[in-house]
């Protein structure tokens, strides 16, 4: 019987999907039957050869699902409505696990009684990169820095988790629709599922390293994550009841105080050719997304079409 579902939502990254499928199969450790599946949010199936062929010679189930609606939102309601298993973990189609990963987070599920339970990601960047710099591995790192087995009050994404699925799921569509191309929908869930008092429990031992390819270090990129980030901090504030318009308020004061501040000082530096200034311009974009967050002022980072492949984050990649 099948206890642990790896759902991994794929979007024209056949490189990065194999790298992920052939990660999953070489764990150790596990002492429970575990299936991988597949998501396809690609209306041109270019995630079918690679899953079809890594399957055949697979001691572990992989199933394929085509989901040709776009956006993460319904790959992701897709996976969960596919998955068999008590236990489900979303992995992205750029991540790669180590051979520990998932025995760990099962031993720290169980152990801690925990209903979800989120691990480290660290970033991967093209080799001899000079723009990759310690402020773009802080950008790509999510490392809570605690022990394993300490709770966690908040966390921003679901690559790198695994969730109870009775207790955590309900309803068709556990991620919102509405967010499928700007993204966000993982924030706000995580959000809904700790008002409803549901535990959240960190596994440093359960590591993924995360390919960022060189488009994705370009500033104007950082720049609109930073934005985006700063827009789902005030959003979630509203869309997640009870609302705390409060904290919105007060986000959007801050995000004023930052836009002027960082804002300034970081025009300053660019202009004197300083290579701190990125950084600084960094906090005055997240600033301005805390103030201009209103779902009409959000852009969309997926696409929304089929069209060549693409570097950057797709449709139905994960995180923030």
């Known amino acids: ?3 642990t579902s790896i759902v991994i939502p794929s979007y024209r990254r056949p490189d990065g999907l194999a790298r ?3 990660g999953c199969l ?25 899953t ?14 085509a989901e040709r609606r776009p956006g993460i939102s319904h790959a992701r309601n897709t996976g969960v409505a596919a998955a068999l298993g008590r236990y489900l973990v979303f992995l992205d189609d750029d991540e790669e696990p ?10 720290t599920i169980r152990h801690c009684g925990a209903d979800l339970v989120v691990g480290p990601v660290y970033p991967l960047f093209p080799a001899a990169n000079p723009a990759a710099d310690a402020y773009r591995h802080r950008r790509y790192t999510r490392d809570a820095r605690v022990p394993t087995g300490t709770a966690l009050a908040r966390w921003a994404g679901i690559g790198n988790t695994i969730l109870d699925k009775e ?9 919102d629709p509405a967010l499928g191309l700007s993204g966000g929908e993982d924030t706000v869930f995580l959000r809904r599922l700790l008002r409803t008092g549901r535990t959240l429990v960190w596994c440093a031992e ?23 980030g700063g827009q789902s901090a ?25 836009v002027v501040v960082y804002g300034s000082a970081a025009l300053t530096l660019k202009l004197l050719n300083r290579g701190r200034w990125l950084p600084l311009m960094d906090k005055a974009a997240a600033g301005l997304g805390k103030v201009l967050w209103h779902p009409r002022l959000q852009p969309q980072l997926y696409r929304r079409t089929a069209g060549p492949p693409a570097a950057g984050r797709p449709a139905s990649a994960a995180g923030n």
């Open 1 to 3: 019987m099948i206890e």
């Open 20 to 22: 992920a499928l052939n």
């Open 26 to 50: 070489a764990q150790r450790g596990v002492d429970s039957p575990f299936e991988i599946v597949v998501v396809d949010n690609d209306p041109d199936g270019s995630a079918e050869p690679v």
């Open 52 to 65: 079809a062929a890594i399957a055949m010679t697979s001691a572990v189930p992989i199933r394929y699902v």
């Open 98 to 107: 180590g051979p520990g990963w998932l025995a760990a987070f099962l031993g």
């Open 167 to 175: 207790r955590c799921f309900s309803g068709d569509e556990p991620f």
């Open 206 to 228: 359960a590591a993924v390293q995360e390919t960022v390819p060189a488009d994705r270090l370009d500033a104007r990129y950082l720049l609109k994550r930073a934005f985006r």
């Open 234 to 258: 005030t959003f979630i504030c509203i869309a997640v009841k009870p609302s705390e318009p409060a904290r919105a308020l007060w986000l959007m004061f801050a995000g004023s105080a930052q």
